[in-house]
């Protein structure tokens, strides 16, 4: 699947929510070690290696909600359809 058919699915974890855009992601800048939790599987990612970054938007008014960073499509997947 594509990382852009993800675009308007709603994340079972996040009712209310719509997936504004996926793309492939890595910080560029070597300053302060960045991390972040995946919301699927609790991993910690080091955001300078290559992960998901995933926007999301209110569904009532697409206005920009936040970001969320995924390992991979995997991970991806079971957050969409985590129940």
Same mark, same amino acid.
């Given at each position: #699947?594509?990382? $852009? @058919?993800?675009?308007? =699915?709603?994340?079972?974890? *996040?009712?209310? #929510?719509?997936?504004?855009?996926? $793309?492939? +992601? +890595?910080?560029?800048? #070597? @300053?302060?070690?960045?991390?972040?939790?995946?919301?699927? &599987?609790?991993?910690?990612? @080091? =955001? +300078? *290696?290559? +992960?998901?970054?995933?926007? =999301? $938007? *209110?569904? $009532?008014?697409?206005?920009?909600?936040?970001?969320?960073?995924? &390992? @991979? *499509?995997? &991970?991806?997947?079971?957050?969409?359809?985590?129940?």
């Amino acid at each position: #699947m594509a990382l $852009s @058919d993800y675009t308007g =699915l709603t994340p079972q974890a *996040e009712p209310g #929510m719509v997936v504004g855009r996926v $793309s492939q +992601h +890595h910080l560029w800048t #070597m @300053d302060a070690e960045q991390t972040a939790r995946c919301p699927h &599987c609790d991993a910690v990612l @080091d =955001l +300078h *290696e290559r +992960h998901l970054l995933v926007t =999301l $938007s *209110e569904e $009532s008014n697409y206005l920009p909600a936040g970001k969320r960073y995924l &390992c @991979d *499509e995997a &991970c991806l997947q079971g957050w969409l359809d985590a129940e």
